[in-house]
């Protein structure tokens, strides 16, 4: 015996979520069919709209269902001369949360990764070109993450600013706030050391 | 800023799903419209079809599309005269990759609990009771689980079937076949004990 076909297909379904493996598929089916056909329905209609409508901001790249984000809608921001290179739409709301930066983004949708097969063009550089060339930009902030990918990729957009003679930085990486020393990898601590100010 | 609103949606639908939370929501609805959007199309479409059309069997009340799920269909399992009692469909599927039961199954969908409001009627008993009456079973195999509801509804049902004359058993409770008794927990050790048997 085995569950019935629909119940088969719905947990293979739930397979394809990140971090679910066949008991928690079986789990979720289950759970739904049995206590939340609404809310399951609801997941259904969302899940297929999200996919349809979802898309890429024209100009920043980050994930929206219209031509422009909210950013990069707002005349405010993109007034602003600053632009802050993100991973990921998460990373971007992430910067956002802190309230300090007032200028606009590029979110890359990844990182440089030659053995994934993901290059420049993959990760929108071709458009940031344009926009470094076009736009008035005067100060490009990389916010990529501390990985050796994300150390490369903006080793790379830096060099790209340097032939329009853009400034480009890079934000610091050391000790988190709050953090202490002894629980903290060597390589954050060698950051935090080389990165050290006067004070 | 936040993220858009179908992005905010599909989040939050995600959360309805048991062992997800905010953050792992919004890994997977990322995930999803990152890398998998045919995957996750799929997942809608078999979601919708799973809560619109999978129901009860109509004899043994597990999950199933059809009037009559693979084992209350075939003849020869409705030939044999035991009935076992289990309270899920995954229950049942756990009894069936014995391949040690040959007979047929009533699946409660739960257990008596009166502090949930789950009563004899929710866990369909009386369709049980019917079945006790007009069909010709000899035996009722307990399989509830061994916790306190679980042992309260199997006992529940022993009363049913005593007035029905017919036998009842409960499976054996005890230390799990490869099982190290100095990792079983007390009450499995005791149900061990007082279930022991000559040799
Ligand atoms: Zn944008
Ligand atoms: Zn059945």
Redesign the pocket.
Known sequence: MQFSPLIKELIDAFKILPGVGPKSAQRMAFHLLERNRQGALQLSHVLHNAMEHVKH?E????F?ENK??E??ANPKRQENQTLCIVESPQDMLAVEQTSEFKGR?FVLMGHLSPIDGIGPAEIGLEQLSQILENDDITEVILATNPTVEGEATAHYIAQMCKTQTIKASRIAHGVPVGGELEFIDGNTLTHAFNGRRDI
């Open positions: 901001c100009q920043c790249r980050t929206c422009l984000c950013i990069c983004y």
